[in-house]
């Protein structure tokens, strides 16, 4: 959905109390916040810390129905693999995985940065705000071991409709390897006595 910072971004917020992101476009979780910020004036009132955890928190809740709906679809290719009746899967696969790397690449540096602000790297982390950023990192570290999961899941995908494929190319070589050997010597006494 949307990347919010990486390490040298976490350094640049709390040595200097503000943060810097780009977005394109607009950041679900910044409007939810902002809206649960005009209801409640305490949230603000809690500090800077305190808000970037929300924000990431939101962010990370974000992921999930993403990764729900990623498994649906993935199970759906496992079932039509199995099956093997269509022949524009490959497409679809490679779709799912080009989509799982690109989760990863985003998760994972995520995990990384968070994980910086849940082992107090910063002075300005309290041990109370510790214990919220690790909770986040423990989503994170399962939303990356969810999408490494998921990427050996489409590979045995991927394999298991090759399969299917070369299945079904040998059980018509078989056919046709049945049909040359009843008509081949047919040929050839045809061919021998038609010369005659």
């Known amino acids: 959905e949307e990347h919010w910072f990486g390490t040298h971004d976490v350094d640049f917020f709390l040595g200097r109390n503000y943060l810097v992101t780009i977005h394109d476009g ?10 649960l ?44 693999a199995i099956l093997g009746r269509r022949d524009t899967l490959v497409r679809d696969i490679l779709e799912l995985k080009r989509d799982l790397a690109s989760l990863r690449r985003i998760v994972i540096p995520q995990r990384d940065a968070v994980g910086r602000l849940a082992r107090r790297e910063f002075p300005i982390i309290g041990d109370e705000m510790a214990y919220r950023f690790r909770d986040v990192y423990d989503q994170f570290v399962r939303l990356a071991d969810e999408a490494t999961l998921f990427q050996d899941r489409v590979t045995g995908v991927l394999d298991a409709h090759l399969s299917s494929i070369s299945n079904r190319l040998n059980m018509v070589m078989k056919v046709l390897t049945v049909m040359s050997t009843i008509f081949l010597p047919l040929t050839v006494l045809t061919g021998m006595w038609g010369m005659n």
Do not use: F, W
């Open 26 to 35: 607009r950041s679900r979780s910044i409007a939810k916040l902002k809206g």
């Open 37 to 80: 910020c005009d209801q409640h004036e305490r949230i603000l009132a809690e500090g800077p810390v305190a808000l970037l955890h929300r924000i990431v928190d939101s962010m990370v809740d974000n992921y999930r129905p993403e990764i729900e709906a990623l498994e649906t679809h993935m199970n759906a290719l496992e079932d039509e």
